[in-house]
C-alpha cells in the first residue's frame, strides 16, 4: 500500500509535467526560429515533452526546490541531441559546409545577400541537392555550443581537451571586436534568433550572418594553429 507521503509526491510530479508543457513548448519555438524551415516544430516539441515526463518521474523536490531549474537544460539538451541524430552527411561532406560558407562570405561582401543555391552549385561544380542538404546540416548545427560545433567541423576532440577548447573559444572571442562579441553572446547564450539580433543591432540580417560567420571562422583558425 502507497504512504500518504509518496501518494501525495506521486501526484505532485504527475502535475509537473503538465504545467511546465507550455514552456517546453516556448523553448521549441524559440529554437525553431533558429533552425531551417525543413526541421519539425513538432518533432522538437515531442522530444522535449518526452524529457519533461521522464524528468518529472525522478524529480525528487528534497534534492532540488526548483523543478524548471533542474529540467530546463536538460530538456533542450534532448533537442539538441534530437538535432544531431538528423545529420546524414559524411565527415568528408562536412568540407563542404565549409566552403559553402566561405563563398557564401565573399559573395556577401561583394552583393550584400546571400548567393543562391544555384550559384553555390555552379561554384562548387555539386549537385544542387547536395548543397542544399549540405546547408540545412550547417544551418542546425549553428545552433549548437560553439564547442560543439568546433568539433563536428574540425574533429577537435582529438587534438585537445574540452577544458583546453573552452579556454582557446574565450581567447579568441577576447580578440574579436565588441559588435562581434555580441553577435556571438546573443546568439549562443541568449539564444536570440539571427532576425532578433539584427532588430536589436540595428544591422541587416544578412550581416549579422556575415558577423556569426566570421567569427566562427575565428575560432576554427586559432585551433588549427
Known amino acids: 500500500m502507497c504512504n500518504p507521503y509518496e501518494q501525495t509526491l506521486k501526484e505532485y ?9 507550455p514552456a517546453v513548448k516556448a523553448m521549441a519555438a524559440r529554437l ?11 518533432d ?12 518529472s518521474k525522478r524529480y525528487d523536490p528534497k534534492q532540488n526546490d526548483n523543478f524548471w531549474g533542474y529540467a530546463q537544460k536538460r530538456v533542450y539538451g534532448a533537442m539538441l541531441d534530437f538535432l544531431r541524430s538528423l545529420d546524414t552527411i559524411s565527415r568528408a561532406d562536412r568540407k563542404l559546409v565549409k566552403e559553402i560558407d566561405k563563398i557564401t562570405e565573399e559573395y556577401m561582401v561583394t552583393n550584400g545577400v546571400a548567393p543562391s543555391d544555384e550559384y553555390l552549385a555552379k561554384m562548387l561544380d555539386e549537385d544542387i541537392e547536395k548543397i542544399k542538404k549540405a546547408k540545412t546540416a550547417g544551418e542546425i548545427y549553428n545552433v549548437m555550443p560553439i ?16 577544458e583546453e577548447l573552452i579556454d582557446i573559444i574565450k581567447k579568441v ?7 562581434e562579441q555580441l553577435v556571438i553572446q546573443l546568439y549562443y547564450f541568449e539564444e536570440l534568433s539571427l532576425k532578433e539580433i539584427s532588430e536589436i543591432l540595428n544591422v ?9 560567420s566570421n567569427a566562427i571562422r575565428k575560432i576554427r583558425k586559432m585551433l588549427n594553429g
Do not use: T, W
Not at 32 to 42: Q, Y
Not at 147 to 162: A, G, L, P, R, T
Open 13 to 21: 510530479r504527475n502535475s509537473l509535467a503538465v504545467d511546465y508543457m
Open 32 to 42: 525553431k526560429e533558429r533552425l531551417p524551415s525543413s526541421i519539425d516544430f513538432n
Open 44 to 55: 522538437l516539441v515531442s522530444i522535449g515533452l518526452e524529457e519533461l515526463v521522464k524528468l
Open 147 to 162: 564547442e560543439d560545433q568546433m568539433n563536428y567541423f574540425e574533429n577537435i576532440s582529438k587534438k585537445v581537451e574540452m
Open 173 to 179: 572571442l577576447k580578440q574579436m571586436n565588441e559588435k
Open 204 to 212: 541587416s540580417e544578412s550581416r549579422i550572418s556575415q558577423i556569426h
